[in-house]
């Protein structure tokens, strides 16, 4: 189908995108890659009086390195992530998930900033910011403000966001040099949604026992979902079998019981989201710094 | 309209835009929902960009867009504004021959009804621009995006393998 009527405009400063945002905010989307928005108003599924295209503004293009994080402005493309050296060699937790976004074609204009604002929980970044409790900067005209990843996503493609406020910085937390990092997700086919995917984050101790662990999952519930039950399992853990087939049992508990679809049953996906607990767990631990 | 020269740009349904499709100049003022694969279709009547899903799945639809192979159902003409737009049909050279893509095509026989063909292509082009000696496994993953309902693909990456030996053998030869 083809879209709704609506108003558009391009600003290339943001304060002119805030402003008009804030004119008709409840009846305002924001335009950015387009590649999950783009679908829904031509589907009609989303029919917004006015849209806001943000794409012309230069100051939101950056990737930068701040004290303990990566920030990611708004017009960013996920291929420009993918191909980035400072994401590559500051952040190769993020570089490895962007792989498994979409397709090519999908990166090339899919923005970062923009797959977290949509919050789609079957979405890979969503979950991984999960993971890092990372943070995002959203601003209006009246101010901005920074809001963690578990206040931030509220349920199923929705978030904290007001209206009027546009999510203008996404702030993955690094990595200690130590700790040790995975990806994995299931999908039947390469680029597809995924079923169940999992990303994680173990920090050893100076005599090798998981001193701290960070998991979350896409697929499985509303909205992404951190693990804590998981990563009690096996805190104090050399992450043997039995602490693995432990955080298995916990996971497979977080699985919500409507999570049943036509790509896969919510038996089949706490399967699944059990044996990817213990496959990412074991890659993480293998990759730790000794 | 409105456009840089205002200071501050206002809501409208209609938008003015200057792109090059296949090295040609066009200027058009544009309804604002009108998607860019509806612009070359309808406005140009460049019917070679298919258009399958309309959703960003199937993606028939792919174009280049400033050289990077993109869905051209999931953006609106009035975002090309400024741009460089490929087409399948900016492929073939002025006396018709073939690119060296759509001759492995037809050589290795990598299509049957031909509706996705035409996004395959310019995914191909992308990628063997990016990555000029793909594996096997590369291709299939590159080509994830593209679905063919005939061909089950085996020809497909034959062809996609041809066109990287020819288009190697060409450099080669430039150099």
Redesign the interface.
């Known amino acids: 189908?083809?879209?709704?009527?609506?108003?558009?405009?391009?600003?290339?400063m943001l304060d002119?995108a805030l402003?008009?945002l804030d004119q008709n905010s409840e009846n305002t989307k924001v335009l950015a890659g387009?590649?999950s928005f783009?679908?829904l108003?031509?589907?009609r599924l989303a029919s917004p009086a006015?849209?806001v295209?943000i794409?012309h503004i230069a100051e939101l293009h950056y990737i930068e390195q701040e004290d303990g994080y990566l920030a990611i402005g708004a017009t960013v493309r996920q291929?420009q992530v993918e191909r980035s050296v400072l994401v590559q060699d500051k952040h190769p937790l993020l570089a490895e998930v962007i792989k498994h976004i979409?397709?090519?074609?999908?990166r090339?204009?899919g923005t970062v900033v923009g797959s977290i604002a949509h919050a789609d929980p079957a979405a890979e970044l969503p979950a991984l910011l999960t993971c890092l409790n990372g943070e995002v900067l959203v601003q209006s005209i009246h101010g901005e403000r920074v809001i963690k990843a578990e206040e931030f996503f509220t349920g199923y493609l929705s978030t904290a966001l007001e209206p009027g406020e546009m999510l203008t910085e996404v702030r993955f937390p690094l990595i200690a040099s130590k700790a040790g990092w995975a990806f994995l997700e299931f999908a039947r086919?390469?680029?597809d949604y995924a079923m169940v995917g999992a990303s994680a984050v173990v920090t050893p101790t100076a005599d090798d026992h998981c001193l701290s662990a960070h998991i979350a999952y896409l697929g499985i519930a509303g909205a992404p979902i951190r693990g804590l039950d998981v990563e009690s399992t096996i805190v104090g853990t050399t992450l043997d079998e039995t602490a693995l087939d432990a955080a298995a049992q916990a996971a497979s508990m977080l699985v919500s019981d409507d999570m049943s679809d036509v790509h896969a049953t919510v038996e089949f996906r706490r399967v699944l989201t059990g044996e990817l607990t213990k496959r990412v767990l074991k890659t993480a631990w293998e990759r730790r710094g000794l | 309209m409105q456009k840089q020269e205002e200071v501050t740009p206002l809501f409208s349904e209609e938008y003015d835009i200057a792109l090059t499709v296949n090295g040609h100049r066009y200027e058009r003022r544009v309804p604002v929902r009108l998607l860019l694969s509806d612009f070359l279709r309808h406005e140009l009547h460049h019917t070679g960009t298919h258009v399958g899903c309309e959703h960003g799945v199937c993606g028939c639809c792919t174009v280049l867009l400033n050289g990077e192979a993109v869905r051209s159902c999931l953006m609106f003409a009035a975002q090309a504004d400024g741009m460089v737009v490929t087409t399948i049909e900016g492929m073939a050279g002025t006396n018709s021959d073939l690119h060296p893509i759509q001759k492995a095509f037809q050589e290795k026989h990598g299509l049957q009804c031909g509706f996705c063909t035409p996004g395959i292509i310019m995914t191909v082009h992308a990628m063997l621009h990016e990555n000029p000696n793909p594996s096997d496994e590369e291709i299939r993953h590159e080509l994830s995006g593209n679905i063919c309902r005939c061909t089950g693909y085996q020809n497909i990456v034959e062809a996609v393998k041809l066109a990287a030996m020819r288009l190697g053998e060409q450099k080669m030869e430039v150099e």
């Open positions: 189908m083809k879209p709704p009527r609506f108003y558009y405009s391009a600003p290339s002119e402003a008009l387009g590649q783009v679908p108003l031509n589907m006015y849209i295209d794409n291929r979409g397709h090519m074609q999908i090339n204009r086919r390469s680029g």
